[in-house]
């Protein structure tokens, strides 16, 4: 009997848990119009037990009223498991959904990324050119032998400083 009630405290206490699940208004309903169905059974059971322990011929004659009690916990039971099932499908559905879009999101954000990075790349890449170009066009002139070539040299970078350079080599070759 001590087993039977140490049980019945546990699974009082398990329904008592499921009251703090974050669940669905429908399903919490289901749940609190199931409790008490569920306490039914159990004090039935407690007291189909107790009677079976003093007198097993009354606790048969009883045992219809338990079974009945015991088929409408069953129907409210598999009707509440089906809507938790349903609801969990729903949840399921709703994540990948979710998780599709953050990988639609994700993927766009990375190729536009991508793309600014590659025009910024060109961006700069013509603008060294565009410095170095006519470096590269007054050397060309400098090797055929034409040292009346220069090279306007405007700015402070590493390039403008290489055309002064270049505009003085031309200078000290030419004299």
Known sequence: MAD??????????YL???????????I??????????????????????????KNRTVAQGQLGAFLV???????????????????QKKSEVRGQSIVAAS???????CGLS????ILF?????RSILSTIQPLVESLKHMAEGDL????????????????RLFNVSATNCAT
């Open 148 to 163: 009346s070539h220069r090279i306007d040299a405007k700015g402070r970078d590493e390039i403008a400083e290489v055309g």
């Open 103 to 109: 990988r639609t999101a994700i993927l766009t954000i």
């Open 121 to 125: 790349g060109g961006w700069i890449s």
């Open 16 to 26: 008592s848990k499921n009251n703090t699940l974050p669940l669905s208004g429908d």
């Open 28 to 53: 919490k309903t289901q749940l609190q119009e199931t409790q008490p169905v569920l306490e039914e059974y159990i004090k039935s059971a407690e007291v189909i037990v107790d009677i079976a322990f």
């Open 69 to 87: 009690v015991f088929s409408d916990l069953d129907g409210k039971l598999s009707k509440l498991s089906d809507d938790v099932q349903a609801s």
């Open 114 to 117: 991508l793309l600014v990075l």
């Open 4 to 13: 039977l009630a140490d049980h019945s405290n546990r699974f009082r206490q």
